[in-house]
Nanobody, 115 residues
């Protein structure tokens, strides 16, 4: 069983930035893919960005140019650098990891963008 532990959420003013982190509980296995999703209040969960073990990235149009996904050298921690935050970015942000033996989710971290 793998646990994903997220950190870095909080309250930020519009135009501000945050960096989310998500660390897997084991480095014995490398996730094939890691990703960040978010779920705004009353809405569906949506994929924001993903990154492969080879560091190929994909982004949703809504965050392209503002958010950057990356992984550490061990490939078991994923980051989401969020710049130019807007009120509509307010949501619970979830980390996701896909291994050859299964998929896992983090517990979620709240990001609130408000003045």
């Amino acid at each position: 069983q793998v646990q994903l532990v997220e950190s870095g959420g909080g309250l930020v003013q519009p135009g501000g930035f945050l960096r989310l982190s998500c660390a897997a509980s084991t480095s014995a296995f490398t996730p094939v893919t890691m990703a960040w999703y978010r779920q705004p209040p009353g809405k569906q969960r949506e994929l924001l960005a993903d990154i492969s073990s080879g560091s190929q990235t994909n982004y949703a149009e809504s965050v392209k140019g503002r958010f950057t996904i990356s992984r550490d050298n061990a490939k078991t921690t994923v980051y989401l650098q969020m710049n130019g935050l807007k009120p509509e970015d307010t949501a619970v942000y979830y980390c996701y990891a896909r291994y050859v033996f299964g998929t896992y989710w983090g517990q979620g971290t709240q990001v609130t963008v408000s003045s």
